[in-house]
């Protein structure tokens, strides 16, 4: 569904099926983060901060989802501001668990640094959309 590294346009939504996400750690082969189902989302990092797809995602049976694009995202964003720190709690959370494959880090430095990167999103987000 998507790729690692890949650029990133679109945030997607499923509405159906299940899908799994997928992390390269240096070129070896890809070490599974997360199972996705119906009403949960990805492609948020890359669509709401420019940044390059950070993951793969793989559909695991008949996956239907919505996309969305930067510019109706923004549309959505303007009318709900929370949204937006909402979101970087959940981008905060997705990257530490990247960090812990690629890092072997523990339970503790995985939320400590979940909170680092809170911030940071936030930030990004807000300089992202101009909000």
């Given at each position: 569904?998507?790729?690692?590294?890949?650029?990133?346009?679109w945030?997607?939504?499923?509405?159906?099926?299940?899908?799994?996400?997928?992390?390269?750690?240096?070129?070896?082969?890809?070490?599974?983060?997360?199972?996705?189902?119906?009403?949960?989302?990805?492609?948020?990092?890359?669509?709401?901060?420019?940044?390059?797809r950070?993951?793969?995602?793989?559909?695991l049976?008949?996956?239907?989802?919505y996309?969305?694009?930067?510019?109706?995202?923004?549309?959505?964003?303007?009318?709900?501001?929370?949204?937006?720190?909402?979101?970087s709690?959940?981008?905060?959370?997705?990257r530490?668990?990247?960090?812990?494959?690629?890092?072997?880090?523990?339970?503790?430095?995985?939320?400590?640094?979940m909170?680092?990167?809170?911030?940071?999103?936030?930030?990004?987000?807000?300089?992202?959309?101009?909000?």
């Amino acid at each position: 569904m998507t790729r690692q590294n890949a650029e990133a346009h679109w945030l997607y939504l499923i509405t159906k099926g299940d899908a799994e996400v997928r992390v390269s750690v240096d070129g070896n082969l890809s070490e599974k983060i997360a199972t996705l189902h119906a009403g949960d989302f990805f492609g948020e990092m890359g669509m709401m901060t420019g940044a390059q797809r950070s993951a793969t995602v793989i559909a695991l049976s008949e996956v239907e989802c919505y996309r969305i694009d930067k510019e109706a995202f923004h549309d959505i964003l303007r009318s709900r501001p929370q949204i937006a720190e909402d979101i970087s709690e959940v981008l905060a959370r997705r990257r530490a668990e990247l960090d812990a494959a690629r890092e072997d880090l523990n339970e503790e430095a995985k939320r400590s640094r979940m909170r680092e990167h809170q911030g940071d999103l936030l930030q990004r987000i807000r300089n992202f959309f101009a909000l």
